[in-house]
């Protein structure tokens, strides 16, 4: 039996658990005078069966697809003689050659070899039955502890919320620890390529070039590993971008904020929200298959013959349109926390002993904005 059609037949006994302790449940109540005999409403009884039939049986299923692949290796290769097990030298291989030839990938006149190979279909056969014997029967051992279970004074409640209490934690557990393991991988390898390269090499470098062969009879043994063409390239390609994304950014949210009606802010803010959640790898095929190229079509097309479709002015561009929402998103709302009374009070030391024909509108609103964050800046600092 496959995996997935274990999975699922334990998901359908763990909701048929739940719907039946469920129902249980209530028709008790109902015969002991209501739901306030119960110690819990009949929704935890039918979540405590329901754990009980599915939990087990999945710690199971992760121990067993664990285990299971180094027991049928070693019990498989067991069998082989020795003269193979010498010849090759390499277990893994050949219990990966015994596999293939297992499943008709490849063909073999050697007798230990399809023997081997048969003994592995018989050991896979017999332990996906005894798998799916295992869990099925641990599965409905939970259903029927969890119908035991339902009693008045029982504290379903309790245990269903130390059961989530406990997922909760192991999943914070889970991405604690995988923010550690990435940082540690991240430090070792920097560790092993510093071992190699010197750190002043790396830091005042001006030529990158890593082309270090994979064997000795390889050509360009030695790379060169200057950061200082990364650093400037990404400088580079940020200015372009933040050229592009901070004026309109930051107009699109002056409009939203102070110029917009209701009826236009509330659709054009969801949709500058929606263009925030677009992933960064769509924006990067878009510039490499149709903003790099008509960029050195048109540096060809007037004159710039040495032009390339890998570009800083592509990627900056590209880059500017995709933190305009986050520019735009971010500047609106800072602008709409301003209070009232700050823009009021802002607005008059802007006016006061001028005359409103020196100055448009817009620039009026502009000063206005800036007193006022000043201002606000200066309260924030005052709070204890």
């Known amino acids: 039996m496959q995996a997935s059609t274990l999975m699922a037949l334990i998901l359908f006994l763990a909701i048929s658990a739940f719907l039946v302790a469920r129902k249980r449940s209530k028709e008790l109540a109902v015969a002991q005078g209501g739901l306030k005999s119960f110690h819990s ?3 935890y009884y039918g979540s405590f069966a329901a754990i009980l039939a599915a939990v087990p049986a999945l710690i199971l299923f992760l121990i067993w697809n664990a285990v299971e692949p180094s027991l049928v290796q070693s019990l498989v290769l067991a069998q082989l003689p020795e003269a193979h097990q010498s010849s090759t030298g390499n277990t893994n291989l050949l219990f990966s050659q015994i596999v293939n030839i297992a499943k008709g990938i490849l063909q073999s006149e050697d007798p230990a070899l399809l023997d081997a190979a048969a003994h592995y279909t018989q050991l896979n056969h017999t332990g996906n039955l005894i798998k799916a014997v295992a869990l099925v029967s641990l599965s409905l051992a939970g259903c029927a502890a969890g119908w035991k279970f339902i009693r008045p004074r029982f504290k379903a409640q309790h245990y269903v919320e130390f059961v989530l209490q406990g997922f909760l934690l192991a999943c914070s557990t889970l991405a ?16 092993r390529f510093f071992q190699m390269v010197p750190i002043t090499d790396f830091i005042f470098g001006i030529e990158w070039s890593p082309q270090i062969a994979l064997r000795s009879d390889q050509q360009g043994a030695s790379g060169a590993f200057g950061a200082v063409p990364l650093f400037t390239g990404t400088l580079m390609i940020s200015f372009i971008a933040m050229l592009v994304a901070a004026p309109v950014g930051l107009m699109s949210a002056i409009y939203l904020s102070e110029y917009s009606s209701p009826r236009v802010r509330n659709v054009v803010k969801p949709v500058l929200e929606i263009l925030a959640g677009v992933p960064t790898v769509v924006y990067g095929v878009f510039a490499a298959l149709t903003v790099a190229p008509l960029i050195r079509d048109f540096a060809h097309a007037i004159g710039f013959d040495s032009a390339s479709a890998e570009s800083a002015l592509a990627a900056g561009l590209v880059m500017g349109v995709m933190i305009i929402p986050f520019v735009s998103s971010l500047s609106d709302d800072v602008i709409t926390a301003v209070p009232q009374s700050l823009r009021d009070g802002s607005l008059g030391l802007v006016q006061q002993n001028q005359k409103p024909s020196l100055m448009s509108f817009f620039q009026r609103r502009c000063r206005v904005l800036s007193v006022a964050y ?8 005052a709070k204890p």
Do not use: K
């Not at 604690?176 to 560790?191: N, Q, R, Y």
């Open 41 to 43: 409403r009949p929704s």
């Open 176 to 191: 604690i620890l995988t923010s550690l393991g990435i940082v540690l991988s991240v430090l070792f390898e920097a560790l």
């Open 374 to 381: 000043y201002w606000q800046f200066r309260a924030q600092l």
